[in-house]
Each structure stands twice: as structure tokens, then as C-alpha cells.
């Protein structure tokens, strides 16, 4: 689980840094993308640390809410914080990602 905890940070490090150099040049729709990712890969480190599954879905809200209810506080008021953060980036996240989908559906 180590493995893929360091993998998921990994990941969202360097998606901040590509989100900080597309910002640089002015590409400020592929910079918002890569920071949502970021958050959505730090996001299921945390799930893998906390000793559970990230979303498939892109709903690690929902992970996050499940285990906070087995937390103590302070870690569940922190949880609950990053649950709502995470609600309103995921509408984003799957818009972005999915853009041509949906589009088409429309």
C-alpha cells in the first residue's frame, strides 16, 4: 500500500507542477485541470493511507465521507472539510476529463 500511496503523491506533484507551467503560459484551461487532478490523486493518497479504495468514479468525496464517520476529531472535522472541497471540484474534474462525452450528449 506504500507503494501506491507514494505513486498517488507522486502523481499529484508533478500534476501541480505541469498546472503551474500551463498557468505560466497562459493555458489557464489545461492549468485548472491538472490542479483538480492534483487534488483528486492527493485525495486518494490519503484514501490508500486512511486503509481503503480511491473512487473509480472520481468520487473520492464520497471516501471520505464514509471514513470520517469512524474518526475521531480531530480527523473527522478535517475529513468533513476536505469532503466539501472535494464536492464542489468533482463536477469540474469529470466535465474536464469527460468534456467530449458530454458534449455529445447534449
Same mark, same amino acid.
Given at each position: &500500500?506504500d507503494?501506491?500511496?507514494? %505513486?498517488? $503523491?507522486?502523481s499529484?506533484i508533478a500534476?501541480l507542477e @505541469? #498546472?503551474e507551467?500551463?498557468?505560466e503560459?497562459?493555458r489557464? #484551461?489545461?492549468a485548472?485541470? $491538472?490542479s %483538480?487532478? !492534483?487534488?483528486e =490523486?492527493? *485525495? =486518494?493518497?490519503? +484514501?490508500?493511507?486512511?486503509g481503503?479504495?480511491p !473512487?473509480?468514479?472520481?468520487?473520492? =468525496? ?5 471514513l470520517? !464517520?469512524?474518526?475521531?476529531? /480531530? &480527523?473527522k472535522?478535517? $475529513?468533513?472539510e476536505?469532503? @466539501?472541497?472535494m464536492? @464542489? $471540484?468533482e /463536477?469540474h +474534474? *469529470?466535465?474536464a476529463?469527460y468534456?467530449c462525452? +458530454?458534449?455529445? *450528449?447534449?
Amino acid at each position: &500500500m506504500d507503494s501506491e500511496k507514494h %505513486a498517488y $503523491l507522486e502523481s499529484a506533484i508533478a500534476q501541480l507542477e @505541469e #498546472a503551474e507551467l500551463a498557468f505560466e503560459h497562459k493555458r489557464y #484551461a489545461l492549468a485548472a485541470l $491538472l490542479s %483538480a487532478m !492534483s487534488a483528486e =490523486s492527493a *485525495t =486518494s493518497a490519503l +484514501i490508500v493511507h486512511l486503509g481503503s479504495r480511491p !473512487s473509480k468514479k472520481h468520487r473520492n =468525496s464520497l471516501v471520505l465521507y464514509r471514513l470520517s !464517520s469512524a474518526k475521531e476529531e /480531530p &480527523m473527522k472535522s478535517k $475529513l468533513i472539510e476536505l469532503v @466539501e472541497c472535494m464536492k @464542489e $471540484l468533482e /463536477p469540474h +474534474i *469529470t466535465m474536464a476529463r469527460y468534456r467530449c462525452r +458530454i458534449v455529445n *450528449t447534449l
